[in-house]
């Protein structure tokens, strides 16, 4: 029998083609870095071929038959998920498995309540679950290593599909006697840009911030006024108002979760638009577990901010 190279390994070579870097290729794959190389190292000694350029120092270079492996690798596993879209699309819905991603500035607020109403509604579906950041989720879900995501709009979302579920209205949190606190609604204007604390790079949240912020002061001011403290997390985000550092937006879900009973921290309403993000799915374009995929709309309706 002819020995084929495995999925996994596919998946290997892809990211690494696109990120160029081993590295960041594993974290894409979810492997160590050792993992995937070895799976590289075995494929070229199944096959008795150079895939990868060894004499290119640190650089990732593929060698003239490697460019080809990849593409062929490309619509090798985009015709096993292909395979595997049938077989599941001719099943009832949701009755295999779901890999599903969803970002960190979701993840807290809502999965709980969400794989409750997926065990209730789809009994027979096994669910995995992945949090990361919007870009790493996207790659991720180009490989194959993911089937779904829950994103926040708006986002980059070239390459996939997308539908809205429901909105979640920003907010402004400001230190309990802040001047801002005057103001029932505040104007973005109002908002002093060197105060505003943000999450740190890769957040999509953090770019909806920016947003924000360019509402109300030009797009330069923004750029040369960023406050000192940024932030992993929400919670750390939170934690820094309520400290007196700064004033920050913050989304709906996360209000409801996190402040309700602060006192340190006063929440006012935004006057600008718009002032929201837009929870929604993502998917790989075209693929045929799309109006599966919809149906969900129905495990987020007891959800909606």
């Known amino acids: 029998m002819d020995i084929l190279p495995s999925p996994q390994q596919l998946r290997y070579l892809i990211a690494l083609s696109e990120q160029r870097h081993f590295g960041r290729a594993a974290n894409v ?88 109403n997926i065990k209730n509604i789809y009994p027979k579906l096994t669910l995995n679950i992945h949090e990361d950041l919007t870009e790493s989720l996207m790659e991720k879900l180009a490989i194959g290593f993911l089937d779904l995501l829950i994103i926040a709009m708006p986002c980059d979302c070239s390459g996939v599909e997308t539908y809205a579920l429901f909105k979640d209205d920003f907010y402004l949190i400001i230190p309990k006697n802040h001047i801002l606190e005057q103001f029932d609604k505040v104007p973005l204007q109002k908002i002093d840009i060197k105060e505003v604390i943000s999450l740190q790079d890769g957040h999509c949240l953090r770019d909806q911030t920016l947003d924000m912020c360019r509402q109300g002061q030009s797009f330069k001011a923004v750029t040369d006024a960023q406050n000192d403290f940024t932030a992993s997390s929400l919670k750390t985000v939170i934690n820094m108002v309520g400290a007196g550092l700064g004033v920050a937006f913050i989304p709906k879900m996360a209000i409801e979760s996190e402040i309700v009973d602060r006192t340190d921290i006063v929440v006012r309403v935004l006057d600008g638009n718009p002032t929201c993000r837009t929870i929604g799915l993502a998917w790989r374009r075209n693929s045929l577990r799309a109006s599966e995929f919809k149906q969900l709309e129905k495990v987020f309706q007891n959800l909606k901010m």
Not at 51 to 76: C, M, N, S, Y
């Open 29 to 116: 794959c979810s492997v160590t870095q050792s993992t995937l190389s070895a799976g590289i190292l075995n494929l070229e000694r199944q096959f008795a071929v150079s895939i990868l350029d060894r004499t290119a120092g640190k650089r990732v270079v593929f060698t003239p038959i490697g460019e080809e492996v990849i593409v062929q690798a490309k619509a090798a596993l985009q015709g096993l998920e292909s395979v595997r879209d049938i077989i599941n699309f001719s099943q009832e819905p949701f009755s295999s498995s779901l890999k599903l991603g969803i970002i960190p500035t979701i993840a807290p607020y809502i999965l709980t309540p969400v794989i409750h």
